[in-house]
């Protein structure tokens, strides 16, 4: 066990994976001499060399585009895309082919690649660097999406994307790359995709989010907790497939829930998981499910963005809207 941050566990699984198995290969924009924008494929080119960590032009739609051929040609590409808004010139390679190969080829091929996408705000970045557009990838059949919170998730997710027959999409909270720390094993092991983690029970609130909303999510639950409000905490980890069975036992439990969310409110992931709550738990409900998210605006500037992001005081706002309520459902 070894103490790291998010963004060294993804570079030493990704290490591991290029040691492992020859067919893994990464490719992306500065990938090699400068380990990736965000450093995080530091060192992997002078150890694998460029047969192995391929750099490409600036054209995220050509990189998908070729990870795609490899793929579906044998080999187990890695994407690094350089931020969220790097992606959507990508899209019409990952909607109209890597997220259909399986069913448009009657399952005669498959595209067992990882795409890599650094996102959110909170770091100063504009705002084609800063956002949060979850919601278009899982809108996407055939992709699976996951969104870690913490190093040793981050590491059993990744290799867990590597060895998964179909197309995974990762998405890296750029905010908690070098910000969270804990022990993760040093050796190989994979978290299951579509198992969300419990990481407390409550019996009156269940907060629920993912990725880089997760700090102030347990921040918000300390601070109930304080107050005399048992709050449990349920960080989905992949949003495609969704856990909605572990997220279900939780609110069946406390009969109320808070879904927070960077994403903007409008057509965001966290409306499908509030949807999917009401369908799964309507009986024990105790009043409305309610969600914490983004602004329906572009990431402003660097100054304004603490303003953009869901705060701790926001989340314990809806919390003790909900309790005070008095909605019996």
């Known amino acids: 066990m070894t103490v790291v941050t998010l963004a060294q566990s993804i ?23 400068l380990g990736g ?18 750099e490409t032009p600036v054209s995220a739609s050509a990189m998908v585009g070729a990870a795609f051929g490899m793929a579906v040609g044998g080999l187990r590409p890695v994407v690094e895309v350089q931020s ?39 770091t100063g970045g504009g705002d084609l660097h800063s956002d949060s557009a979850e919601a ?31 197309p995974v999409v990762v998405l890296e909270p750029v905010r908690l790359y070098r910000t969270v720390k804990e022990e993760v094993p040093d ?23 993912y990725g880089a909303m997760m700090r102030e999510t347990r ?18 980890r992949s949003l495609v497939p969704l856990d909605i069975e572990g997220v279900s036992e939780s609110v069946n439990r406390t009969g109320r829930a808070v879904v927070v969310a960077e994403e903007q409110r409008t057509s965001g992931f966290a ?35 603490d303003v953009y992001l869901p705060s701790v005081t926001q989340i314990i706002d809806s919390v003790r809207r909900l ?5 019996e459902g």
């Open 11 to 33: 570079n030493q699984v990704l290490d591991q994976a290029l040691e492992v198995r020859s067919d893994v290969v990464l490719i992306g924009e500065d990938i090699g001499r």
């Open 37 to 54: 924008l965000f450093r995080v494929t530091d060192g992997l080119l002078a150890k694998y060399g460029n047969q192995r960590v391929i």
């Open 84 to 122: 969220m808004g790097f992606s959507y010139a990508a899209l019409g390679q990952i909607i109209g082919h890597v997220g259909r190969i399986r069913s448009r080829s009657r399952h005669r091929f498959s595209a067992p690649m990882v795409i890599r996408i650094p996102y959110g705000a909170g």
């Open 136 to 166: 278009l990838f899982t809108h996407v059949p055939g992709l699976k999406v996951v969104a870690p919170s913490r190093p040793h998730d981050a590491k059993g997710l990744m290799m867990a994307a590597v060895e998964d027959p179909d």
């Open 187 to 209: 050796e190989l092991f994979q978290v299951p995709i579509g198992k969300a983690r419990v990481e407390r029970e409550g019996s009156d609130v269940t907060l629920i989010s």
């Open 219 to 236: 921040d918000a639950a300390d601070n109930l907790e304080r107050d005399g409000i048992s709050a449990g905490v349920v960080d989905l």
């Open 271 to 305: 409306g499908e998981i509030v949807a999917r709550i009401q369908e799964e738990c309507f009986s024990n409900l105790k009043g409305r499910v309610a969600r914490v998210t983004g602004l329906d605006a572009s990431v402003p500037l660097r100054r304004n963005q």
């Open 323 to 327: 309790l005070e309520s008095g909605e």
